[in-house]
C-alpha cells in the first residue's frame, strides 16, 4: 500500500468535514452542550454520559457521508 494514497484519503475525508459538520449542527450542539453540562469545574468527562448524544451526531454523521458519496 502506498504511504502517499493514505494521506491522499485523509485529506479528502478532512476536507469535507465542515460540510458534514454543517449538515449536522444540532447534533453537534447537543452533544457539545452534553459535554459541557457534565464538566462544569474540573469535573472530567466519563465514558458513556454524552452517549446517546454522540450516537446521534455518529449517525447524522454517516448519513450525511453517505449522501454526498451518491
Not at 22 to 29: D, K, M, T
Not at 44 to 62: G, I, P, S, V
Amino acid at each position: 500500500m502506498s504511504g502517499s494514497n493514505v494521506w491522499s484519503r485523509n485529506r479528502e475525508k478532512l476536507r469535507l468535514f465542515p460540510d458534514l459538520l454543517a449538515q449536522c449542527a444540532v447534533e453537534a450542539a447537543a452533544y457539545g452542550k452534553c459535554v459541557a453540562a457534565t464538566t462544569t469545574g474540573r469535573q472530567e468527562l466519563q465514558k458513556d454520559l454524552c452517549a446517546k448524544e454522540f450516537e446521534a451526531l455518529k449517525t447524522c454523521f454517516t448519513n450525511a457521508a453517505k449522501k454526498r458519496a451518491k
